[in-house]
C-alpha cells in the first residue's frame, strides 16, 4: 500500500508540473492580449495547478484498482489507465504549445509595430531572446516526445528529458530570478 501511495503521489507531481506550466502559459497569454484587465483569476489559476491532476490521479487510482491492481503499479500491461493519466498531459503540452506560439505571434507583431524603434536585425534579436526565454517556461522541449509512443522513442526520451527536463527549474530560476534586477 505504501509502495502505491508514493506513486499516487509520483504521478500526482508530474501531472501537477505540466498543469502549472499551462497556467504559466495562460497567464502570459492573459497578460499580452487583456492589458488592463483588473480581474487577476488567482482562483482559476489554482484549480487549474492543483485540482485537474487531483481529478485524473483520482480517476487513474480508481482504474489502477479495478483494471489493474498488481504489483507496485508501477508496470503497465494494459493500456487503459495509462491514458487516463496520459491524454490530459498531452491536452496541457497541446495546449500549452499553441500559447507559446500565439505570444510569440504577439511578440512579432509588437516588435514590428512603428512604435518600436530600431533595425530589423535587433527587431529579430529581441525577439529570438524573447523566444529562447519563454521554451523552458512553458516547458516547449516537452512537445518533441509528445506525440510518439513511449516505446518508439524511450531512450532518446529519457536522455532528452533528462538534459532539459531535469534543468527546466534552475533555467527559469536564473534567467527570470537570478538576472532579473527586479528580483
Same mark, same amino acid.
Given at each position: ?9 509520483? $504521478?500526482? #507531481? ?16 492573459? %497578460?499580452?492580449? @487583456?492589458?488592463?484587465? /483588473? ?6 489559476? +489554482?484549480?487549474?495547478?492543483?485540482? !485537474? ?13 479495478? @483494471? ?16 487516463? !493519466?496520459?491524454? /490530459?498531459? @498531452? ?16 511578440? @512579432? $507583431?509588437? %516588435?514590428?509595430? /512603428?512604435?518600436?524603434? #530600431?533595425?530589423?536585425?535587433? $527587431?529579430? *534579436? ?7 526565454? +519563454? ?11 509528445? +506525440?510518439? /509512443? ?6 532518446? *526520451?529519457?536522455?532528452?528529458? %533528462?538534459?532539459? #527536463? ?18
Amino acid at each position: 500500500v505504501g509502495c502505491k501511495a508514493i506513486l499516487v503521489f509520483f $504521478q500526482y #507531481g508530474v501531472m501537477a508540473n505540466f498543469y502549472w506550466l499551462l497556467v504559466e502559459g495562460l497567464y502570459l497569454h492573459i %497578460l499580452l492580449v @487583456l492589458i488592463f484587465s /483588473p480581474n487577476r483569476h488567482f482562483m482559476i489559476y +489554482l484549480l487549474i495547478g492543483w485540482g !485537474i491532476p487531483t481529478i485524473f490521479i483520482i480517476t487513474w487510482t480508481v482504474t489502477r484498482i479495478i @483494471l489493474e491492481d498488481t504489483g507496485c503499479w508501477d508496470t503497465n500491461e494494459h493500456s487503459g489507465p495509462w491514458w487516463v !493519466i496520459r491524454i /490530459p498531459i @498531452l491536452i496541457s503540452i497541446i495546449v500549452n504549445f499553441i500559447l507559446f506560439i500565439s505570444i510569440i505571434r504577439i511578440l @512579432l $507583431q509588437k %516588435l514590428r509595430s /512603428p512604435d518600436v524603434g #530600431g533595425n530589423d536585425q535587433s $527587431q529579430y *534579436k529581441r525577439l529570438a531572446k524573447s523566444t529562447l526565454l +519563454l521554451i523552458p517556461l512553458f516547458g516547449v522541449h516537452y512537445t518533441v516526445f509528445a +506525440l510518439f /509512443p513511449d516505446r518508439s522513442s524511450n531512450n532518446y *526520451k529519457i536522455i532528452f528529458e %533528462l538534459c532539459l #527536463g531535469s534543468f527546466q527549474g534552475l533555467i527559469v530560476a536564473v534567467l527570470y530570478c537570478f538576472l532579473n534586477s527586479e528580483v
